[in-house]
Each structure stands twice: as structure tokens, then as C-alpha cells.
């Protein structure tokens, strides 16, 4: 009866011991879900740069017929290239032109706001119109 007993203990220690190891491992899948997920999407890009690798390679085979079937090219110089005689830009003497024009209109806008926004009585007939209506009661000492 010992010897069962003894037997039935090492079998629950081994079964302890294989708990333990699936508890390791279940407890580590996490881990190894996201390294699966993360070789999946390398994989992919790889797969991706494979096919484009070998689509630039097809092209580059197919110039290379091309150019093979075609020969060699004769280019013939019809002109050669001159410089400008003016710069492309800036353009000074339009810069300059449009500069004066803004000065000119900036003037008369500033002239014309300060004159608008003048009060002072300059005649007679404005002081009697401005004070018309505040001293109709008064009269000028004969």
C-alpha cells in the first residue's frame, strides 16, 4: 500500500510540474502573439518590396530589349543654347513703376483721411452754422 501511495505522489508531483510549465506557457503567449503579429507585418512589407523589386526588374529587362532592338541613336545639334540677354526676373524698372503707383495712391489716402477727419472752422459762415444750433439764443453785442 506504500509503495501506491508513493507512486500516486510521484505522479502528482510530475503533473504539478507539467501544470506549472502550461502555466509558463500560457502566461508567455501573449508575448508571442504580438512577435507573430509583428513577423506577419514584416513579412508582408517584404513580400510588398519582393513584387515591387521584381516589377522594376521587369521594366528594366524590357528598356534594355528596347534599346537592343532599336540601335544606336544619332543626335544631331540643330542650335546651340544661348544665355538670356535680360535676367527672367526681378524685373526692376515694372518693381519700381508698381512701387511709385502704391506710394502715390497711399498718399492721396492718407491726405484725403486727415482731411476728412479735419474739425477746424475755417470761415464765418461755418462758425455761425456751428454755433447756430448752440447759441440760437445769443445775439452779437451792437
Known sequence: MNAAISRERNRIAGLEKRQAEIDRLIA???LVATQLAELSRDSEMLKAKVTQLVSKKAEAEITADLEQKSGPSSFRVLESAQPPATPASPNRQQA????????LALGI????????SDRSLRSESEVGSALG??????R???
Do not use: K
Open 28 to 30: 508567455g503567449a501573449p
Open 109 to 116: 489716402a492718407i491726405t484725403m483721411s486727415q482731411e476728412l
Open 133 to 138: 444750433a448752440a447759441g440760437a439764443g445769443l
Open 96 to 103: 519700381l513703376l508698381l512701387s511709385l503707383l502704391g506710394a
Open 140 to 142: 452779437a453785442p451792437s
